[in-house]
């Protein structure tokens, strides 16, 4: 169809996301798909039977805007027992249609035209485009190239009067670090007495390896008072498909976030919701999940020993970056084209998680893949 309209663009540098491309590639290449943080396998068939009964016994209709009752008190409990923070239910705990929901509508109902936003690249694609659709600046801090860490003098140094918003994510994707005690301490120092709000995405929160625990915000009285915590169950149930996500913050902000999620999406998806509800009775169903995937990223790292990558540290999350730059003077992207045409392997060039295109010569790759993929995928890396 022609159109004489032109529209004006909000965002005219931003194109497709890298997931898009990078799937449309793998599925024209036939390429084995290492690359969006998205698992290959089921999810318990309990889970999906949760949906269908609660389909079956008449829970089609909008759930409450806020969340269905049971689900909001099981998450509420579940965040008392691991982190230690008291969430009321009825004003502090959100049901959404995805993390990336709550991203959106945290940012939206809390930052204003002519706020400046903090958060770290490389960093998942979506933070910085939502910021300045609220006509908002994004300071983009990078981490350290050698280990990825948070150089918090520069953050220091970024914060202004006009800094409403910090965005932490720990589990961090792309670079799979999390957050030590000295992190949340530094972070502690620099936010108090200020009014600058924490947007923490927290949805590798249960993917975390070596014993290490979960930095929550919520594990922090002083922290979790100025934090949005946003959180997913399509992560740790295998469901990303399913879209439905989670947030905590004290009822000051909750209700401001709560006023453009009704907007947006009014609530999440109502079948959905009563089977995680029941799923979160089952502690397991969560606390297994670092075990599964620390044995999943043990055995890519394996299979990949052989490999010319060197592969970096993986603490927490679905993801390991892999250095190429030592026998390849490819870009990232170019490298990336190559290993899907030739190699029929899809991974994620890190530039893609840089707004200025940072290309230090380094692949993300996904390991929330079943054993068989990921062994086949390592041995196809291994002929590069
Ligand atoms: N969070 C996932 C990743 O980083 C997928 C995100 C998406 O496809 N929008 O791979």
Redesign the pocket.
Known sequence: MQSALQARSKLPDVGT?I??VIGQLAAQYDALNL????PNFLPDPKLIDGVANAMRAGHNQYAPMAGTGPLRDALAAKVETLYGARYDPASEVTVLASA?EGLYSAISALVHPGDEVIYFEPS???YAPIVRLQGATPIAIKLSLDDFRVNWDEVSAAITPKTRMIIVNSPH??TATVFSHADIERLSALTRDTDIVILSDE?YEHVVFDGAKHQSMACYPELAERSVIVSSFG?SYHV?GWRVGYCFAPAELMVEIRKVHQFMVFSADTPMQHAFADALADPSSYLDLSGFYQRKRDLLVRELRDSRFELLPSEGS??LLARFRHFSDESDSDFVLRLIRDAQVAT?PLSAFYTDGTDSGLIRL?FSKDDDTLIEGARRLRAI
């Open positions: 996301t997931f898009t690359s969006q943080g998205a990336s998942f694609d979506s994707n792309p949805v992560k990303t679905f993801f994620i996904s």
